[in-house]
């Protein structure tokens, strides 16, 4: 297993809670990291003969949305940074 990563993104993760009648928000910086192998996120790990895709989707001033299409279904994640470096990276990887 290659343990140096190719390129990352970060990402954040809100958090919602209510405290004393009022919903607060936290969000928990996180990164997402790209090896010759697999992609991984603060809990997930996903192999890439298991990723089909990525794409990128803004939603409002820098705030977007960076999509894993993968065997498993698409999962999405909060990037403030545009990640179409990030992706480039991706699909220029051979596959396994």
Sequence with gaps: MNSEAIAWQSYYKVHREIQEGKQQSHRSHRKMELYADRITTHRRE??????????????????GLLYLHT?????SYNVCEDPREFIQHFKSMPFP
């Design 46 to 63: 996903f192999a890439l003969r298991d990723v089909f895709d990525m794409s990128y989707r803004r939603i409002g001033g820098d705030i």
């Design 71 to 75: 065997s498993t279904g698409v999962f």
